[in-house]
């Protein structure tokens, strides 16, 4: 296992979900209005499906993890899971009820996604649930496995990514899909993660952390009009462009019902007319910003066709014939899915159906009426029955809608570049005035903004001009290759040539004392050089390799520490030069004093590892641990950085990060520090 920082979601982060059975049972569960809209849209086979539909909203959600990392580690995770806790909850028995096991999810490629039925009560109650809960909250820290909704791994999967592929992910946070995206590309791939909404835009970079990808970006536009960019591919000014796009957009959620009971009481028709003209703006956005043969994934975790069906049938028209809409049935086999509807019934929000906007009697209402939430005439050239449905009941999920799409024909000056070839010189300005136009058009077509009345219902809700790149973010400038620090680094660390000096960025002045520098992968630090760079707000991006502190620049030849979130990025030019001269091999002994010592010195430490750490100067080193004889799921040797100093030898984790480090390994807790060795 290559050890990542543990997250810190506990204090900061998402919340862990703190509901409790009796919140959830004291939610009426129902709502006539909502019933009575879905039965008219003849959602399902016949009136025992839909009464089985209905009354599975009803229950709780079944919890599910999905394990993360390479396809090696991954196995011998799930493994470790099989034989160390699956293969003990055989026989589970709360209050003379038998449980069943974590089961692996069927469609779930690999087998790398596991479901838990079992209710709340029995987790707590049971000894080896309650095992396994530990496991999973240490493992989610790890960044080992991911707690995330079934249904909401589904829209990446048939994202079809390959490895080294450009990614964006237009409403992303806070972050579940685009965790699985960024895995899907690898080190070599993009990945930006955009948001309206600032702050949950933070929740997406903290949750992101954990995978420590130099890969990743995150941005903060309103989707609708994410910039235009030109990048320089090979000395040639190109249109950015993304191999994959998914617009995951903002919707009213009636699907999330079992986890979220909250629905039954807030559920209108409103919401979702008021969302529908964001919605087909942002998917418009996306196909535009899709490179030719890319893919573009629509999704939503809503039924209502208004959202859905309609919002794909507005695009697909706007789209002129660039889109295609994809038949997936042969990907994801076992995953149960119903046909998208090819007709639907429109309710006012006044809860009457209507036909046609001539129904509606108020021209001020009719104004407000979006006109492309209505099915279109006739389904023949559209195909909306290659949708997918994802209904609860089918598989003890939640509710998912996904439509997958390729670009086809062209349809921005981007596109038609592309196709004609040619040396682009790009008019970025023409390009984007031409696509905003298209985007801007929506609202004109529809003639109908929703009401204020609409947007007010809408949840999430829609960001304000305050929340979009609401606070300035420290500069994202990259470092000039011969840069002092870096220099002062790579010869201390005895780094080998490969070492990409021109993939860092200082994210401070050049003579603040204790500096940061994060490191960014060859496709990010392209987007970074684009001459339209000011355009795009970033969040973040980066990660951070290397930290100098400068109270230790007069006891050290270099005062820049590896950071543990960069130990597995620094390790490769580590290796190779200089006798792996900051490089140290320890085992379970040493770790253990490292972890458990308040203040190690070098006499606590084995022979050998004594004998190297004398010969090494003060300064920052890597610590390669060997964990195989340790009771952890993956046997990867696990990266931590350390400082030796004059006469101690320090692990450079956090407080909070070393206490669960040292009881997971060893079950105990780290002396405390002496306040005179601080001082010291
Ligand atoms: C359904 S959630 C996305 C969930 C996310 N994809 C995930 O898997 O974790 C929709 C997101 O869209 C954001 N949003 C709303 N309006 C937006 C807009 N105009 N542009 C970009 N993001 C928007 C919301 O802040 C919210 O985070």
Known sequence: ???????????????????????????????????????????MKDDHDFDTFYATLKTPLPSTFRITGTKNNASQIRQFIQDHHVAKMQNVIVDGVKYDPPTP????????????????????????????????????????????????????????????????????????????????????????????????????VHQLKRLQSPCFMATNHDAAHFPNLSIMDNGIKTPWQFDRVLCDVPCSGDGTVRKNPKVWNEWSQGAAIGLHTVQVQIFLRGAQLVKMGGR????????????????????????????????????LPGLIRRPGLTTWQVMTRENQFISSMDDIENPRARRKFPASVFPPASDNDLHLEKCLRIYPHDQNTGGFFVAVFEKVKPMTLADRLSVEGGQAVVDVQRAEAEEEQLVDSVTAAIA????????????????????????????????????????????????????????FLLRSGLDTKNRQIYHVSRAIQTVLKSPDIKRLHIVNTGVRLFSRQGSLASTTECAFRISSEGAAL???????????????????????????????????????????????????????????????????????????????????????????????LFGITPEPIPVKAVTE
């Open 105 to 204: 999810v069927s469609w779930y490629p690999h087998s790398l996604c596991y479901q838990i039925t079992c209710p709340r009560p029995v987790l707590r109650n049971s000894p080896e649930y309650s095992h396994f809960q530990k496991f999973l909250v240490a493992e989610n820290e790890t960044g080992n496995i991911t707690r995330q909704e079934l249904v909401s791994m589904v829209p990446p999967l048939l994202m079809a990514i390959e490895p080294g592929q450009r990614v964006l992910d237009m409403c992303a946070a806070p972050g579940s899909k685009t965790g699985q995206i960024v895995e899907a590309v690898g080190g070599s791939g993009l990945v930006v993660a955009n948001d309206a909404d600032y702050k949950r835009s933070q929740l997406l």
């Open 448 to 503: 109908n903004l929703p009401s204020e009345e609409y947007a007010n219902e809408t949840e999430p809700a829609q960001p304000t001009s305050k929340d979009v790149y609401a606070k300035k973010e420290a500069p994202f400038d990259l470092m000039a290759p011969d840069n002092p620090d870096l220099s002062e680094i790579k010869s201390f660390y005895g780094l080998d040539d490969s070492f990409p000096m021109d993939q």
């Open 296 to 331: 573009i994934v629509y999704s939503t975790c809503s039924f209502n066709p208004v959202e859905n069906e309609a919002v794909v049938a507005e695009v697909l028209r706007l789209s002129n014939g660039a889109l295609e809409l994809k038949d997936v049935s042969d990907q």
């Open 1 to 43: 296992m290559v050890f990542r920082k543990p997250g810190k979601w506990k204090k900061k982060g998402p919340k862990p979900d703190t509901r409790k059975d009796s919140d959830y049972k004291a939610t009426p569960h129902d709502n006539a209005t909502m019933k009575k809209y879905y039965q008219a849209q003849h959602i």
């Open 570 to 664: 620094v390790q490769p030019y580590l290796q190779k030069q200089q006798g792996d001269r900051r490089v140290v091999s320890i085992g379970l002994d040493d770790l253990k004093v490292l972890l458990a010592h308040a203040f190690p010195r070098l006499p606590d430490f084995t022979a050998t590892t004594q004998t190297t750490l004398t010969n090494l100067a003060p300064g920052g080193i890597l610590c390669v641990v060997d964990v195989s004889q340790a009771d952890l799921p993956a046997n990867t040797n696990m990266l931590l950085p350390v400082w030796r100093g004059k006469s101690s030898v320090n692990v450079l984790l956090n407080k909070h990060d070393k206490k669960s480090l040292c009881q997971r």
